[in-house]
């Protein structure tokens, strides 16, 4: 089970960090992601943590998110700095295991119920 907190309302250039705490022995096996799903949009890739720390981005958020992990928590973060109008959305946490293109939905195991963020202009 993974329950995501965190999101909220902010003004463009605000910073918001989200949370993701999972249970289940097996958190720190998986690889753990984030993604966000617009009104009327795909849900899209945001950023990826694998067992091992390494990380990798959505182009659209590089440099402004940073995805990081707690294992000793069961925890997953993503820090959303300069946010933007266009970052609004409901943002989910997921995982998965390890192999495969990390933006492809379908290879992701379990999801959380989303939280949302909203940035005003």
């Known amino acids: 089970q993974l329950v995501e907190s965190g999101g909220g309302l902010v003004q463009a250039g605000g910073s918001l960090r989200l949370s993701c705490a999972a249970s289940?022995?097996?958190?720190?096996?998986?690889?753990m992601g984030w993604f966000r799903q617009a009104p009327g949009k795909e849900r899209e890739f945001v950023a990826a943590?694998?067992?091992?720390?390494?990380?990798a981005y959505a182009d659209s958020v590089k440099g402004r998110f940073t995805i990081s992990r707690d294992n000793a928590k069961n925890t997953v973060y993503l820090q959303m700095n300069s946010l933007k109008p266009e970052d609004t959305a409901v943002y989910y946490c997921?995982?998965?295991?390890?192999?495969?293109?990390?933006?492809?939905?379908?290879?992701?195991?379990?999801w959380g119920q989303g939280t949302q963020v909203t940035v005003s202009s």
């Open positions: 997921a995982a998965r295991n390890p192999g495969g293109p990390l933006t492809d939905t379908w290879r992701y195991d379990y």
């Open positions: 289940g022995r097996a958190f720190s096996s998986y690889t």
């Open positions: 943590i694998w067992n091992g720390g390494n990380t």
